[in-house]
């Protein structure tokens, strides 16, 4: 049976996929790096080294450590900018019935999420106590796709990973999954997500019974 539901955050409980891609093609332009939506389904799920690190390579920029760190500063201070506006209304639809359905059904809620700002986010969603257990970077040494955080939130339930699924919009975060030998679920296109056994457009097309019947 499947005891827990481990959730990504950006772009499955709420859009700031958008706002990362925003920030991210901003800094690209400023130092003439071609970036795409292409481009930026290789960095969902990729924490903000990794993420700058594959707009300076696409664009042969070589930098110091220094240099580096400044630009990814400049990038979460306007991140940053483009959530502080955010409000619980800017939770995806659905996300609040599919909560209270796992809370009825006993089913563990997990938050896996690369970013830094998650534990912002969530405040600003109001969705901060819904989470029986919340990993985002601070917690973990290896980033997404390694399987060490959504590994963190199944030990913290004392589960083993076939009862626990995981649910993201990423390539990086579905291999994660996969990794770590989770049941998958992806929010977004089957032909980018295509590792998920499962993939809906959004959370509101979430089919819980199905989902159930993946253990
Ligand atoms: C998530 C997003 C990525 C982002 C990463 C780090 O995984 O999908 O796009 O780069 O978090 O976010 P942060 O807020 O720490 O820069
Ligand atoms: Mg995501």
Redesign the pocket.
């Known amino acids: 049976a499947i005891n827990a539901f481990i959730f990504?955050?950006?772009?499955v409980l709420t859009d700031?996929?958008e706002y990362?891609y925003l920030a991210w093609s901003a800094l690209a332009n400023e130092l003439a790096v071609p970036f795409d939506r292409d481009d930026n389904e290789q960095?969902?799920?990729?924490?903000?080294m990794g993420?700058l690190d594959y707009i300076l390579k696409k664009g042969n920029v070589n930098l110091t450590e220094q240099q580096k760190l400044t630009l990814a500063d400049k990038?979460?201070l306007h991140?940053q900018q483009l959530i502080n506006d955010m409000s619980p209304k800017d939770l995806f639809e659905g996300v609040t019935e599919l909560f209270a359905q796992l809370k009825q059904q006993n089913i563990n809620i997990g938050l896996a999420?690369?970013?830094?700002?998650?534990q912002m986010v969530l405040e600003r969603l109001g969705i901060a106590d819904q989470f029986d257990y919340v990993a985002d970077?601070a917690k973990v040494a290896q980033g997404?796709p390694h399987p060490e955080i959504f590994l963190t939130v199944a030990e913290a339930f004392f589960l083993p990973a076939d009862q626990c699924v995981g649910i993201e919009d990423?390539i990086a975060?579905l291999q994660s999954i996969v990794s770590a030998k989770m049941h998958s679920v992806g929010i977004g296109q089957p032909e980018v997500l295509y590792q998920a056994d499962v993939v809906y457009a959004d959370i509101k097309s979430f089919n819980l019974q199905q989902v159930l019947a993946l253990a």
């Open positions: 990504d955050l950006d772009g700031t996929a990362h960095l969902k799920g990729v924490d903000r993420s990038k979460n991140y999420s690369a970013s830094k700002n998650a970077a997404k990423s975060g």
